[in-house]
């Protein structure tokens, strides 16, 4: 099993900056794929964002983050994180740290296999 946990949400004013972090245990060399989710309150839960737990750092945004987003990972620490700036309050939601052992589907929730507990991001107008 692979656990997952976030930090580093809170609440911020519009055009503001949060770094997410996602730290990962247990049987890590499952991973192949992480990504960053998020639900904004009353939605679905929607991709963010997506990079390789190891080797090629591709990353992958959705539109409406692009520019504004950046996921990265720290190997020496299994960690990926999510620097967010110019934040919007259409970005509030709690935001989840998810983790899949191949690239398949990679932009749908529904198909990661490891979830952490998520962190509430509030940006406030």
């Known amino acids: 099993q692979v656990q997952l946990a976030e930090s580093g949400g809170g609440l911020v004013q519009a055009g503001g900056s949060l770094r997410l972090s996602c730290a990962a245990s247990g049987r890590t060399f499952n991973l192949y794929k992480m990504g960053w989710f998020r639900r904004p309150l009353g939605k679905e839960r929607e991709f963010v964002a997506t990079i390789n737990w190891s080797g090629d750092s591709t990353e992958e945004y959705a539109d409406s983050v692009k520019g504004r987003f950046t996921i990265s990972r720290d190997d020496a620490k299994n960690t990926v994180y999510l620097q967010m700036n110019s934040l919007k309050p259409e970005d509030t939601g709690v935001y989840f740290c998810?983790?899949?052992?191949?690239?398949?589907?990679?932009?749908?929730?529904?198909?990661?296999?490891?979830w952490g507990q998520g962190t509430q991001v509030t940006v406030s107008s």
């Open positions: 998810a983790g899949k052992p191949d690239s398949s589907g990679r932009y749908s929730w529904g198909v990661y296999d490891y």
